[in-house]
């Protein structure tokens, strides 16, 4: 989900397929042991990869437990995640929606949920945009997946699979 930040999908499966070329396993460890610039040399921005590191040091030096996150409600996985250098409001939406299968997740920093909500209920300003989906509360991550197909289809475009 780092590797997916800010850039497209197409680009992002790209960047991970390479660095799983490259290490093998995409594990903390082998994030950690890596040197930034093989990272670098693997498509991985300077920024990402402090990320990465950041977040495989966290899990390494145990100050996070992924296998306990999915017994937690999704705003004590905000306050554990939001911690860790890189990742924001975004990335932990997305880990809740894929990873914990939390349903009532919408990532409205996300440019494509906030234009096709836009385009599709004549909203202007981020409060509408918040009004419209509390609307669907308690199932928003499924108007999310809806809104991101929404969006993918209208452009012509297919969901990757990695």
């Not at 497209?8 to 082998?30: M, N, V």
């Not at 975004?90 to 409205?108: A, C, G, Q, R």
């Not at 609307?135 to 997946?145: C, D, H, I, V």
Request: one cysteine or more; proline letters at 2%.
């Amino acid at each position: 989900m780092i590797l997916e930040q800010q850039v497209s999908l197409a680009s992002a499966k790209a960047c991970y397929l390479r660095l799983k070329l490259f290490l093998g396993e995409i594990t903390p460890t082998t994030i950690s042991k890596a040197s930034s610039e093989d990272l670098n040399a693997n498509s991985v921005s300077r920024q990402k990869v402090i990320y990465l590191k950041a977040l495989s040091n966290a899990i390494l030096e145990k100050e996070i437990d992924l296998q306990t996150l999915s017994l937690k409600s999704s705003d004590e996985v905000r306050k554990e995640l939001i911690k860790i250098k890189g990742i924001g409001n975004w990335t932990i939406d997305v880990y809740l929606m894929f990873s914990l299968h939390k349903e009532n997740v919408i990532p409205l920093g996300d440019i494509a949920i906030k234009n096709t909500i836009k385009e599709l209920y004549s909203c202007s300003s981020d409060e509408q945009i918040l009004e419209v989906s509390n609307k669907w509360k308690p199932y928003r991550t499924m108007a999310s997946f809806f809104l991101w197909h929404y969006y993918l289809e209208k452009r012509n475009r297919k969901p990757l699979v990695y």
